[in-house]
Structure formats: structure tokens, C-alpha cells
Nanobody
């Protein structure tokens, strides 16, 4: 099992940037893929980005491609989500999660989740 703690959310204006962090503990961090997912009010939880255990492969949702960057530092047991050019539609609770399988875009493949951090983008 993996314990995950996110930080870095906040209230920003459209066009601003934020960097989310997620610190993991439990299973050896470098042995599993990580993802960021989000849930906006009244909507289903959706995939945002994922990164392989080595950091060499990344996936992005089309809605964030070119604006968001996922990265990881295995020495610090931390995964990051750099969010640039934020839009009001990016407003959501952002969760980091550990994948129980290979790198995935599927919500169901993420078995361990953090508590989430709120990101609010005003227009």
C-alpha cells in the first residue's frame, strides 16, 4: 500500500501557473507508475497525466497537453504537476494516485489515492 499527500493547490487567475506536489510513502516509490487525476464539481473524476516509474514515459489528457507537465523525483519520493496557462475549466480537486499496473489512463487502474488538493482558477 502507498500513502500519498498532495500540496500546492490554491486560488489563481486565468493564465497563471501552479505546481502541485505529491509525496509518497510505503512501497518503494520507484517501482510504480504515478498519475494525477481531477474531479470538478458535479463531474466524474477524470485522468489528467501519468508518468512511468522511471519518468521516461508520460501520458496527458488532450485537455491539458501542452500546458501541464508531470515529473517525478524518485530520490525524494515525489511526483509533480506543473500547470501553466490555467483556465477556469481546470478548477477541480486534484488527486495524485499510484497505479497498481503499468502506466495507464484508466481511473480504475489507480488503487492508492491522496486526499486531494483544491485548484480554483478565476476568470
Amino acid at each position: 500500500q502507498v500513502q500519498l499527500v498532495e500540496s500546492g493547490g490554491g486560488l489563481v487567475q486565468a493564465g497563471d501557473s501552479l505546481r502541485l506536489s505529491c509525496v509518497a510513502s510505503g512501497r518503494p516509490f520507484s517501482t510504480y507508475s504515478m498519475g494525477w487525476l481531477r474531479q470538478a464539481p458535479g463531474k466524474e473524476r477524470e485522468f489528467v497525466a501519468a508518468i512511468s516509474w522511471s519518468g521516461g514515459i508520460t501520458y496527458y489528457a488532450d485537455s491539458v497537453k501542452g500546458r501541464f507537465t508531470i515529473s517525478r523525483d524518485n530520490a525524494k519520493n515525489t511526483v509533480y504537476l506543473q500547470m501553466n496557462s490555467l483556465k477556469p475549466e481546470d478548477t477541480a480537486v486534484y488527486y495524485c494516485a499510484a497505479s497498481g499496473s503499468a502506466l495507464s489512463r484508466r481511473i480504475d487502474d489507480y488503487g492508492d489515492w491522496g486526499q486531494g488538493t483544491q485548484v480554483t482558477v478565476s476568470s
